[in-house]
Every structure is written in structure tokens, then in C-alpha cells.
């Protein structure tokens, strides 16, 4: 069975330093990986995905994310972090069968501390 | 642009009523799901559906139902509220492809009392 593991639930970080959000899964087969941003009171946006190529993929508002198959792990980047990026951040992984449902794991809190 | 709707961002109802959660959305998708998200535990799937009036249960089914008659529609409906399903709903679609995201609407906050 697919699951998804995000091991921090809260993290500050100061305006202008570089992030990290881990993510970690379990999957037989290559998955399907997002990373989704949800500001408070709102639904989650796409922040990037990956299927397959190259494992650095790059998304919206500075964001990036390096597959690594030999950690299983999707872990989110950013270099500058702004106070605007506050927010709540989740990790999800999809199987390569269509008519599936995307799993999504705990979610990290990021706080931005000026 | 691709557009997911709730029709309701806040419902208080009482205990024992039936609720109905609308989700429409406007691209053509055949799949379509419905989560539950609550602090510290993420997003739940609860049902979804990848085609009309098919549907399938997700990992918390109990309590639920859910409705699939029209491709862009899709309601969750509880049975009878009961004050443990106060909570955020969220709807999602995502086209029935190998390499494509889900879209989500603004999600439902629904208070059970």
C-alpha cells in the first residue's frame, strides 16, 4: 500500500533562509509525487509534480524538489524564504493506474519568522 | 482556468441531520474525490468516483455516502451528522490519466453541534 511520511510537523524558519521539507514514501513501483501548498482557509495548490526524467523538478514561487529512488524521498526546497510562504505544505504520491486517488501525507507547518 | 466549486465554504447543522456536500467541477474530469482534512492527521480519502455512478470507498468510508449522477457533479452526503465528522471537506478532480495532478475547490468547513 502507498503512504506518505512528512517527519516535521512545525517548522520556523527565519525571512530570507533556505528551507527544507521532508518527505518520505512507500511505494513498489516508481510513483507519482506532488507537493501541494494550503494557505489558511483554502484549498491546496499544486506547487510541482513529478512523473519521471529528470529528478529535479522545479515549480511555482521559487520551489523545487529532488526525487531520490535510492531514499525514497521528495523532499521540498526553497533557497529564500518569505514571509508570504507561510502556510501549510503537503507531500502526496499517486500510482501509475488512472482511476486512483492521491495520498497525501500529515502535512508540515511552516512558520516565518522576521 | 480550471475551477473546482463547493457550494458551501461554512455549514453548522445539528446532530442527526442529513448534509449534503456539492462539488462541481468544470473540466471535464472523470475522476473526482472527496477528503476529510483534520489537524494533525492530513488529508483522509473518504470516497471517490472515476466515472458516473461509480464510486469507491476510500479509508474512512463509515458514515458517509456519496452521489455521482452527472460527470461534473459530485455530493457527499452524511447519513446523519453526528458531532465527530465536524470537520474540513474538500473536493478534488483529476482527469483519468497517468500523469496528471488533482485540482481542489475551497473546501467546506463544517461544524456538527
Wanted: net charge neutral; charged share 20%.
Amino acid at each position: 500500500a502507498q503512504s506518505v511520511t512528512q517527519p516535521d510537523i512545525h517548522i520556523t524558519v527565519s525571512e530570507g533562509a533556505s528551507l527544507e521539507l521532508r518527505c518520505n514514501y512507500s511505494y513498489g513501483a516508481t510513483p507519482y509525487l506532488f507537493w501541494y501548498v494550503q494557505s489558511p482557509g483554502q484549498g491546496l495548490q499544486l506547487l510541482l509534480k513529478y512523473f519521471s526524467g529528470d529528478t529535479l523538478v522545479q515549480g511555482i514561487k521559487g520551489f523545487e524538489a529532488e526525487f531520490k529512488r535510492s531514499q525514497s524521498s521528495f523532499n521540498l526546497r526553497k533557497p529564500s524564504v518569505h514571509w508570504s510562504d507561510a502556510a501549510e505544505y503537503f507531500c502526496a504520491v499517486g500510482a501509475w493506474q488512472a482511476g486512483t486517488a492521491l495520498i497525501f501525507g500529515k502535512g508540515t507547518t511552516l512558520s516565518v519568522s522576521s | 482556468d480550471v475551477k473546482v466549486t463547493q457550494s458551501s465554504r461554512y455549514l453548522v447543522k445539528r446532530t442527526g441531520e442529513k448534509v449534503f456536500l456539492e462539488c462541481v467541477q468544470d473540466m471535464d474530469h472523470e475522476n473526482m474525490f472527496w477528503y476529510r482534512q483534520d489537524p494533525g492527521l492530513g488529508l483522509r480519502l473518504i470516497y471517490f468516483s472515476y466515472d458516473v455512478k461509480m464510486k469507491e470507498k476510500g479509508d474512512i468510508p463509515e458514515g458517509y455516502s456519496v452521489s455521482r449522477e452527472k460527470k461534473e457533479r459530485f455530493s457527499l452526503i452524511l447519513e446523519s451528522a453526528s458531532t465527530n465528522q465536524t470537520s474540513m471537506y474538500l473536493c478534488a478532480s483529476r482527469k483519468d490519466s497517468l500523469n496528471t495532478e488533482a485540482f481542489f475547490g475551497q473546501g467546506t468547513r463544517l461544524t456538527v453541534v
